[in-house]
């Protein structure tokens, strides 16, 4: 019973103070800057080494050829996804770069698929950039 | 009277996980238990082994959700030394970090949910808001509140900067604070005394026997951790104080973690202050040697152990994991004779039971009412390979 006090003190704190609880849709939560969210492909970097599709614990990632500019590209199934980062860590091209987005709940699962299309894979040749990789 | 079979689980309000317990009860008393484990049995060990070292740590992370810190630290460090790797001092000063921060985590909710089971909803309230700073803090720190994915073959996968370390050591102060007035709600509180002194008792003698590990083990006097046994990974530069209490019961086992967070706290200002600078991570090959190695880590629930057997290349040839809960569910079995049917939520909570680690290993052979049993060399020559 000696805690009374105490308890007391803190409901009536409490009184005063504003709810905890945030009205999610109107009112916006942004997670922390380092947050493992959705990933973000850009194909113009991509040279279709499917390392991404390798080092997948999930098998989210399928590599699709693309025949008018005779190269794989990588098909994300976010549904399978379980947002580690492995493929943007394994990507040497750094064509995955990663975002904090989370709001992925949809009614249709057709929509967690996402796949380049053929226009937006244009014939060029990236160039190599300066990155640390640390599977060999 | 005649002795009733009550059983318990797999679904049951008081038990969160799915496990069956067939108690014998003669009344109120419990005169004889049975465990049948193997209801969420999902064969991990094998499908690690059809999958490469590199997707393994993520699948390592997912046998157990709230140690997930402890597994991916326990494979990792087997596979570093399976290929004689040195891991930079810094990246295994931040392996503390976060195996303290998870510890933290995961003895609050244990904590809680012990405070929630007795019917002390204000205390569970209180313990889980302590509980999100934390999950926040690793957020900040991993970038995920649970499944951290933070360590990897060869070091950590993220460096820190001032603005996290200034956020930790400010957190650890807050915590200690509230953390006082929670280990005396729990050294004087009338309602936590009388649900938990004297409940299921556990003797020294008998932990040793039937092998426990970890805070039960502690609970029951017999000092025991791997981090000041065996240290591995900054556990060897940071000495740490293992938390024994001699009351043997339940109240013991649940005040050896509410003694350990602080402990963590200790650990992870200590981890942050003497951090060394340099690299965070080398570089390492996707194919391993040949052998095999051993590695064990202290789980916030026991002693972990994992044993990879290489035969060169991509993939493991075998891996076997030995979780705490499967070495503690024998020694608290004993326990519960004698005790009254109210007091086995309590019992089993104050061992931390974590079912879904416990059940990866189960071999089940149960084919239309009828049971065998196979050798190990018969389960090789059918099912192996």
Same mark, same amino acid.
């Given at each position: ?32 800057? %380092?947050? /493992?969210?959705?990933?973000? $492909?850009?194909?113009? *970097? @991509?040279?279709? #080494?499917?390392? +991404?599709?390798?080092? &997948? ?11 008018? %500019?005779? /190269?794989?590209?990588?098909? $994300?199934?976010?549904? *399978? @996804?379980?947002? #580690?980062?492995? +493929?943007?860590?394994? &990507? ?45 | ?385």
């Amino acid at each position: 019973m000696n805690f009374m006090p105490k308890i007391l003190r803190g409901v009536v704190s409490y009184v005063f103070k504003k709810p905890v609880t945030k009205q999610y849709p109107l009112e916006r939560v942004e997670p922390a800057p %380092v947050f /493992r969210g959705k990933m973000s $492909f850009n194909p113009d *970097l @991509c040279v279709g #080494c499917g390392m +991404c599709a390798r080092d &997948c614990p999930t098998g989210a990632i399928t590599m699709e050829f693309y025949p008018h %500019v005779k /190269r794989k590209m990588p098909k $994300f199934y976010y549904g *399978l @996804c379980i947002f #580690c980062h492995q +493929c943007v860590e394994s &990507c040497a091209w750094n064509a995955i770069k990663p975002t904090t987005q989370f709001e992925l709940a949809t009614y249709d699962k057709k929509q967690l698929i996402e796949r380049v299309s053929e226009q937006e894979v244009k014939p060029v040749k990236p160039r190599r950039p300066e990155k640390k990789l640390f599977y060999r | 009277m005649a002795i009733t079979i009550l059983p318990f689980g797999p679904q049951h309000p008081a038990l969160a996980e799915p496990e069956h317990f067939r108690f014998k009860v003669d009344g109120e008393v419990i005169v004889d238990v049975e465990v049948k484990i193997g209801y969420l049995h999902r064969g991990m060990e094998k499908l690690m082994s059809t999958k490469t070292y590199v997707q393994n740590i993520y699948m390592s992370e997912r046998i157990c959700g709230i140690c997930n810190v402890a597994h991916t630290t326990c494979y990792v460090q087997t596979v570093e030394s399976l290929a004689g790797l040195e891991v930079p001092k810094r990246a295994q000063f931040l392996r503390v970090v976060v195996n303290e921060l998870a510890r933290i985590h995961s003895h609050l909710l244990i904590i809680g949910l012990a405070a929630h089971e007795v019917g002390f909803e204000t205390m569970f309230m209180w313990i889980w808001r302590d509980r999100e700073l934390v999950m926040r803090l690793m957020e900040e720190l991993t970038g995920n509140r649970l499944m951290s994915a933070y360590n990897t073959i060869g070091g950590v996968r993220r460096d820190v900067d001032e603005k996290v370390i200034s956020a930790l050591k400010k957190a650890c102060t807050t915590l200690r604070e509230s953390f006082l007035q929670i280990r005396k709600v729990f050294l004087e509180d009338p309602l936590i005394r009388t649900r938990f002194v004297n409940v299921g008792l556990l003797k020294s003698r008998d932990a040793i026997a039937r092998s426990a590990v970890g805070p039960v083990a502690r609970g029951s006097g017999i000092k025991t951790d791997v981090r000041a046994d065996d240290p591995y990974q900054a556990y060897k530069d940071i000495p740490i104080n293992v938390v024994t209490y001699k009351e043997c019961d339940s109240w013991a086992r649940m005040m050896v973690r509410v003694d350990e967070i602080f402990e963590c706290l200790r650990l992870i200002e200590e981890a942050l202050e003497n951090l060394p600078s340099g690299e965070v991570r080398i570089p390492v090959s996707r194919k391993m040697p040949e052998g095999e190695a051993i590695g064990r880590v202290e789980a916030p629930r026991g002693e972990l152990l994992y044993h990879i057997i290489s035969k060169g290349g991509e993939k493991p040839y075998r891996i076997k994991i030995r979780t705490p809960t499967f070495s503690n569910l024998y020694p608290i079995v004993a326990t519960f004779i004698g005790e009254t049917i109210a007091d086995i939520p309590v019992i089993l909570i104050s061992i931390d039971p974590c079912f879904c680690c416990t059940d990866r290993m189960e071999f089940v052979d149960v084919n239309s009412g009828k049971v065998w049993y196979m050798s190990t060399s018969e389960i090789k020559r059918k099912y192996w390979r």
